[in-house]
């Protein structure tokens, strides 16, 4: 195999992003292990499913485990277009012939999926139900895309899995619409995932998690630029929280202060500091790092704290303004993610799905298809809007007459 390959492989499967994505059959009927890959050579008698009648390549998808094989029979031709991955191992030099074909592996869990982006990019017959039939069963779509990068090769089915779960957007247990709109490319949904998530996880030992699920949040779940972003916008906006929360405290220290009475200003001080230290956040000013609770909670748990003011015997009318108020940071979109999303959305060319169309979906009462606008080509329908030139009838001839019209 070659090096620079065989380093690439080995550092993707290290991080966590992807399992084993790339299997090379060294000696026919055998099993080798190599310092990055393991092989398992399928045996002649193996069945295999054909996709393709005049094929040249044997497609053999084992599980993680090694334990069960799929082979599919397929045209080198068309892997090569599926997935540059997939594009590499069959421009690999031959080291094995299975039945006069030659033979490469891949590790995946679920070889439906595999067999789907193999029917789609030899432009077979493709379940559509493969990713309706429930939310995980979209996110596994997504997590082989995602592993093996044939997302190109699925595009045509891709928007309609979508959106048909589109109204679970912000429910709880949903979380991995971030991997599903990060895959597929639909940046706007998810941001508002992001953002959603990100204001609700909390940090654990054992990571980050959602409250109401037990799930955690890592590199063996999420890709590293999700995770990445996810504990960005976290901090934003916690590092925005203690902000507000610590600046509270400096304007009632303030001598110049002069909203209130200082007897009254010091009662809120007393009482909100008194707050701030039950929750670990008083004497000594917390950092971002030492808040583990969720931004939510957090900024619930410090709106709880009582600011005792003495508002019946101060002279000023803005007393009610000691209180402390929150405000959304602004955060910058991360360069990374753009570049991605970017590059999905022309390598892809599918319209922008977005996020406030689940609202519609799910409390409006539209479905999926109020959402496309299609054109009408026969007069019969009640949408046919009739134009002004009629294929049926010859086209108009404009000649210039220059006698008289009276003629």
């Known amino acids: 195999m070659d090096n620079s390959l065989s380093t690439r492989i080995k550092n993707e499967e290290h991080d966590g992003t992807m399992p084993n994505v790339a299997r090379n059959p060294s000696v026919e009927g055998t099993s080798s292990t190599s310092a990055s890959v393991t092989v398992r050579i399928p045996t002649p008698d193996e069945p295999a499913t054909i996709i393709v009648t005049l094929s040249d390549l044997r497609l053999v998808v084992s599980s993680p485990s090694g334990l069960e094989t799929q082979t599919f029979e397929v045209q080198s031709a068309c892997i090569r277009l599926a997935s540059p991955k997939w594009a590499a191992l069959v421009d690999l030099p031959a080291t094995s012939i299975v039945q006069g074909k030659r033979s490469i592996e891949i590790e995946e869990e679920h070889a439906d999926v595999i067999e789907a982006v193999l029917c789609a990019c030899h432009l077979q017959h493709v379940d559509s139900q493969i990713g309706l039939e429930n939310f995980e069963s979209l996110v596994k779509v997504a997590q082989v895309c995602n592993r093996h990068e044939v997302t190109a090769a699925l595009r045509p089915y891709i928007r309609e899995w979508v959106h048909a779960w589109l109204p679970t957007l912000h429910k709880p247990s949903y979380e991995m619409w971030l991997l599903v709109?990060?895959?597929f490319g639909y940046r706007d949904v998810f941001q508002c995932a992001s953002e959603h998530v990100a204001l609700n996880m909390s940090l654990s030992d054992e990571g980050y998690n959602v409250a109401h699920n037990e799930a955690t949040f890592s590199l063996e779940v999420l890709p590293r630029p999700i995770l990445d972003n996810l504990v960005r916008i976290r901090?934003?906006?916690?590092?925005d929280t203690l902000s507000a929360c610590y600046g509270f405290v400096?304007?009632?220290?303030d001598s110049s202060f002069s909203i209130?009475?200082?007897?009254?200003?010091?009662?809120a001080l007393g009482s909100f500091s008194i707050g701030l230290t039950d929750n670990g956040l008083w004497p000594e000013r917390a950092r971002p790092d030492d808040v583990k609770m969720s931004v939510n909670h957090f900024r619930a748990t410090l709106l709880q704290i009582e600011i005792i003011k003495q508002q019946d015997l101060c002279p000023a009318i803005r007393c009610e303004e000691l209180t402390i108020h929150f405000d959304l940071p602004t955060i910058e979109r991360d360069s990374e993610l753009e570049t991605h999303f970017k590059t999905l959305q022309y390598q892809l060319q599918s319209p922008e799905l977005l996020a406030w169309e689940?609202?519609?979906?799910?409390?409006?009462?539209?479905?999926?298809?109020d959402f496309y606008q299609l054109d009408s080509d026969s007069i019969d329908d009640t949408d046919y809007d009739e134009d002004e030139t009629d294929p049926s009838e010859p086209e108009e001839e404009f000649t210039d007459y220059e006698g008289d019209v009276s003629e």
């Not at 209130?260 to 009662?267: E, P, Q």
């Not at 519609?360 to 539209?366: F, K, R, T, V």
């Open 260 to 267: 209130c009475s200082r007897k009254c200003r010091s009662m």
């Open 250 to 253: 400096d304007t009632l220290l």
């Open 181 to 183: 709109a990060y895959v």
């Open 358 to 369: 689940h609202v519609a979906i799910s409390e409006l009462g539209y479905l999926p298809r």
């Open 235 to 239: 901090t934003a906006h916690i590092t």
